[in-house]
């Protein structure tokens, strides 16, 4: 008997123990995440104290000083290059660890290796989507210039020194909570990370909803609907700009391109609000007759912060701005004499080509009247706790086939059996881009640098003390007919084929415009007279145009009437739309809580602040609009995916057409509804479901709570390390581009002159541990539109106000 | 006291070294080495173990403002409180520590009687 009890103690002991130890599924080992020596409680850090840190450590070739901020922003001092760009990899892995090894895991097609089988179509997307393929080819690009090469070499080895002295015990709270351990660090890493962000930004295609809208409303009235340009924009290169190059040739467009396109696919819709603000103003209009500077790139609002601060000081180079954690160098930032910024371009870098094989062994496909041989290339998935995935991916000279006739395609942009040409698979060196502008001195040190960067393509704005303002939609654009890659592609045709390149040097760009300011907010790139095409369709103007006018009408500006402009929330849309609407709505069918809601929308400023109800139903209202005049037209079916016209046609068609037959609701038979109806019903709509939502009409009703900004952790669902229902206003298509999950990433205002100053925050803050105070303590600042003085030192100080502590590395 | 005071020094002292399950083989030998009853096995092996951890995590708590406790009591246990996730680690922490406490003491009574059996018959 005692031998039982005894034995049963044990089991329990033992079981109790183990099972503590381990992951179940998703439910962390609690024993070791408890644990006040391992577990979560060892994350937790205090503020920056007054100290002095000295780490020996191999890889530098010299003592590198590091200073932090009282913003936790690192201040790197190196007597080289090399070992700059090593403290750099340090530092970002000691503050961002986990982000930069998740986003390059995920870019890789990686997910499933940390979470499991829940990841693996996404796996399989990005493997088919040939991230792997591209990022090779980047590599390549990169480490075949001496100056890049050693850049990833030092970055790298920064990073992986950092990560062979971790203890488990720090490892950041992510891997504890999942279960698993940082590898090393690679420099196709860096790769992934900026194939990750092409993919962000120049993936989207709606080639197939196109084709599709095609089939079911003929060419001539798709061209009417989807035109090549709208009928009101602002382009970025100022209208009446000479362009100063004699064009290459232009593919001329072949005879019949059409293909047919069917599939069942399902929708993940763009986010509007991944987008983004720059502009400069020159000497004339600002107050200290130096250039001033602003960029808000919109991106995902996410945490651990996108950006990470970083000042790298070498005596060949003096950078401030921000870094991608995992990427070496500075993207958006300044040193002595000149600042830069970049907004997306938008460009139609991606096209299908639809495969024909020779047979089922799919061997071979036709192209150019000859049969051609298909490349194969492994992509094995390790899956967490299971075997491995081995899936099989068939290249063309296209690219490579994302998906098979027979397979489920994962996203709606991707058709079945058609070969994705992206820019992203050719060999290139964005790096070397930012390597250059980090240490630009002049207006053509802007330029040389702009001249290596393909993808994704940036409109790169520039200001330099010297009183020069610049702006260049800039990357590797497809020398292509006009409008070729709107449509799905025949792949079988070699006249269907990308044919080369646009000059770098032909790439639209302007130097210090007669109206005094340059700025671009994802719309256009230029008007229709430029000779190339880039794509038909961009970003609604309304951010560039409310922009334009402000910078137009000001005079003696200064940095704080810039970050006031960053934080304008005047809904341009709204101005456009509204006046157009209102007089269309009949108010007699109106109940009385809709009568109200009217009266509250006809007596609004436009301004899409905090509290406004009107703003609420204006955007709203868009939605059910949109729906009541194209719903009927182009109806969503499962095997079927269609688009809508734009915001900018659907204006054109409401100020300009209001006979027009799309507002007859086509499943009515007997009746035959007018513009009146259209904007009535919708109108209705819009009420009743907010009135659904919120109650009566009223201060529930206000935009920021409708709205519920969200600043949320990278993994789904982890509601405790965000932050929800940020007080913050504006929004999509709005100069303050706070939306409900993307907004400003970022902000900068950069006033140039012999003593550059700098301004910025982040929606969140330098540090991506949880258990920081530098992990969200920016994001108050944000909200409120203010920004924090930004500290570029020229020189290790003997002592500063704002310097808290200091890390020394040495060999 | 003693066994209570030498689970809670030795197993402060080897956590700094080894995997936190270094507890349960603490308490377990402590008490195979030294316990009277049962209960009591079972309280020495718990209480060394979570006053250690109670202190250690307050410690934490306390000089990092609470910041991640409030977090991670916010994940785990959907509350905003941080007291619950106080109480909680050193009650996770004191169960491994007792019950690997009783095993010792339990396994010590079955082989003290087979030597007592033995001396016995001889």
Not at chain 1, 663 to 670: E, L, Q, S, Y
Request: with cysteine; charged share 20%.
């Amino acid at each position: 008997m005692k031998i039982a009890i005894a034995f049963l103690c044990c089991l329990i002991s033992i079981g109790l123990t183990v099972s503590l130890n381990r992951q179940w599924g998703v439910v962390p080992a609690f024993g070791r995440l408890l644990s006040p020596f391992e577990g979560f409680w060892q994350n937790a850090e205090t503020k920056d104290a007054a100290s002095e840190q000295h780490i020996s450590i191999k890889g530098t070739r010299d003592e590198v000083t590091v200073l932090f901020d009282d913003l936790h922003v690192p201040h790197i001092f190196a007597r080289n290059d090399y070992d700059a760009y090593f403290a750099q990899g340090y530092v970002t892995a000691q503050d961002r660890l986990w982000q930069m090894e998740f986003q390059t895991h995920a870019a890789a097609g990686r997910l499933s290796e940390v979470i499991g089988e829940r990841a693996l179509e996404l796996d399989r997307d990005k493997r088919r989507l040939g991230m792997a393929y591209g990022a090779e080819k980047s590599l390549a690009g990169m480490l075949a210039d001496s100056a890049t090469r050693l850049v990833l070499e030092a970055y790298t080895a920064g990073i992986n020194a950092y990560i062979a002295q971790l203890k488990p015990a720090r490892y950041p709270i992510e891997y504890k909570l999942l279960g698993y351990a940082p590898e090393p660090w690679t420099p196709l890493k860096c790769a992934f990370l900026l194939k990750q962000m092409t993919q962000t930004l120049a993936a989207g295609a709606d080639d197939l909803l196109m084709t599709n809208v095609r089939q079911k409303l003929g060419a001539e009235l798709t061209a009417n609907l989807f035109p090549d340009y709208p009928f009101k924009e602002d382009p970025i290169i100022p209208v009446g700009t000479r362009w100063d190059f004699k064009p290459v040739k232009i593919p001329s467009m072949p005879a019949s391109t059409e293909t047919d396109s069917s599939f069942a696919l399902n929708w993940p819709r763009h986010d509007p609000a991944i987008g983004s603000n720059n502009w400069a103003v020159g000497p004339e209009k600002s107050a200290t007759g130096y250039p001033i500077l602003a960029n808000d790139p919109h991106l995902t609002l996410s945490l651990p912060s996108i950006w990470y601060q970083i000042q790298l000081v070498t005596p060949t180079l003096n950078v401030y701005g921000v870094s991608l954690p995992g990427a070496p160098g500075v993207v958006i930032g300044f040193n002595k004499e000149v600042a830069w910024g970049v907004t997306n371009v938008g460009a139609d870098v991606l096209d299908f080509y639809r495969i024909r094989f020779r047979d089922n062994r799919q061997q071979e496909y036709w192209h150019d009247d000859k049969w051609k041989p298909v490349r194969r290339r492994i992509e094995r998935i390790k899956v967490k706790g299971q075997p491995d995935v081995v899936d099989t991916v068939l290249y063309t000279h296209h690219g490579p086939v994302a998906y098979l006739p027979d397979e489920k395609p994962f996203l709606a942009n991707i058709p079945t059996g058609y070969a994705v040409r992206w820019i992203a698979h050719e060999v290139d060196n964005g790096l070397k881009t930012f390597y250059l502008l980090n240490r630009a001195k002049t207006y053509d040190d802007y330029v040389t640098a702009l001249s290596f960067y393909a993808a994704p393509a940036q409109n790169f704005v520039f200001a330099n003390a010297a009183k020069d303002i610049a702006i260049s939609p800039n990357g590797r654009f497809p020398l292509k007919w006009r409008a070729q890659g709107k449509f799905l592609l025949d792949g079988t045709k070699a006249a269907n084929d990308w044919q080369g390149w646009i000059p770098a040097g032909h790439n639209p760009r302007v130097k210090n415009p007669p109206r005094g300011f340059v700025s671009s907010a994802n719309q256009f790139s230029t008007d229709p007279t430029y000779p190339y095409y880039i794509n038909w369709e961009f970003e609604t103007p309304d951010r560039g145009m409310r922009i334009n006018q402000r910078l137009a009408a000001m005079q003696r500006v200064t940095v704080d009437s810039m970050r006031r402009l960053q934080n304008d929330v005047y809904n341009h849309q709204a101005s456009t739309f509204l006046p157009v609407l209102l007089p269309r709505i009949r108010e007699n069918d109106l109940s009385e809580n809709q009568k109200r809601a009217l009266q509250t929308v006809r007596q609004w400023n436009y301004q899409q602040d905090t509290a406004t109800v009107a703003g609420t139903i204006f955007m709203e209202w868009m939605g059910h609009l949109e729906r009541a005049i194209w719903g009927d037209d182009l109806p969503e079916s499962p095997g079927r995916p269609m688009r809508f016209p734009n915001a900018s046609r659907t204006l054109q068609l409401l100020s300009e057409e209001p006979d027009s037959r799309w507002f007859d609701d086509v499943r009515t038979a007997n009746r035959h509804e007018t513009i009146q109806d259209a904007v009535t019903v919708s109108f209705q709509h819009t009420v009743d479901s907010l009135a659904k939502q919120h109650g009566p009409l009223g201060k529930t009703w206000a935009w920021a709570d409708h709205k519920k900004t969200g600043v949320r952790h990278l993994i789904p669902g982890l509601d405790a390390f965000s932050a929800l229902n940020v007080q913050v206003g504006g929004g999509s298509g709005i100069v303050n581009a706070a939306g409900r999950r993307a907004g400003p990433s970022w902000r900068m205002v950069v006033q140039t002159g012999p003593q550059v100053r700098a301004y910025g925050v982040l929606p969140g803050g330098q540090s991506g541990n949880p258990g920081s105070p530098y992990y969200l303590n920016m994001l108050e600042t944000w909200r409120k539109g203010e920004l924090y003085e930004l500290l570029y030192l020229q020189s290790v100080p003997q002592k500063h106000p704002r310097i808290q502590s200091t890390l020394t590395l040495t060999r | 006291m003693l066994p209570f005071i030498v689970i809670a020094l030795l197993s402060a002292v080897l956590q700094f070294f080894l995997p936190w399950w270094s507890i349960a083989a603490v308490a377990f030998g402590v008490c195979f080495w030294r316990s009277q009853t049962g209960w009591r096995a079972f309280g020495n092996g718990f209480l060394g173990v979570a006053v250690i951890w109670f202190f250690y995590a307050l410690v934490i708590h306390l000089q990092t403002d609470g910041i991640l406790t409030a977090r991670m009591a916010g994940l785990l246990l959907k509350t905003r409180s941080s007291i619950p996730l106080l109480l909680l680690a050193p009650l996770v922490g004191g169960l491994v520590g007792g019950f690997a406490g009783l095993a010792g003491q339990q396994v010590r009574t079955v082989l003290a009687a087979n030597r007592s059996s033995t001396l016995k018959r001889v």
